[in-house]
């Protein structure tokens, strides 16, 4: 497994973007892709999940509503629709694959780590 992250950027208040992470070493594999974000000082903290089918997702409560996650299986590749930023949302984003189909919130649950993009939402 190797993860790639695009899609960060600098973007005002109300804007949008949408952050893709790729694997670039095609495997059979059923896990779960998930995105965390870290910000400067802050620990990691979970952000969306989604299942290998895509049928189960999971957000964490502060972006419900104004992010989605979605996947594209034949390219290998997970998105993160970020709408209606705030600054608050400012921070490196990092997807990440699971240890297994479980969709699961915590650090711990995840195997294989791509480098972070850098979201900057300015006010």
């Known amino acids: 497994v190797q993860l790639q992250a695009f899609g960060g950027g600098l973007v005002q208040a109300g804007g949008s973007l949408r952050l893709s992470c790729t694997n670039s070493r095609r495997t059979s594999s059923n896990n779960a892709v998930g995105w965390f974000r870290q910000a400067p000082g802050k620990e990691r903290e979970f952000v969306a999940a989604?299942?290998?089918?895509?049928?189960?997702?999971n957000y964490a409560d502060s972006v419900k509503g104004r992010f989605t996650i979605s996947r594209d299986s034949a390219k290998n590749t997970v998105y993160l629709q970020m709408n209606s930023l705030k600054p608050e949302d400012t921070a490196s984003y990092y997807c990440a694959v699971a240890l297994g189909s479980a969709v699961v919130t915590t650090a711990r649950g995840y195997r294989y780590w791509g480098q972070g993009t850098l979201v900057t939402v300015s006010s």
């Open positions: 989604i299942s290998w089918r895509g049928d189960s997702k």
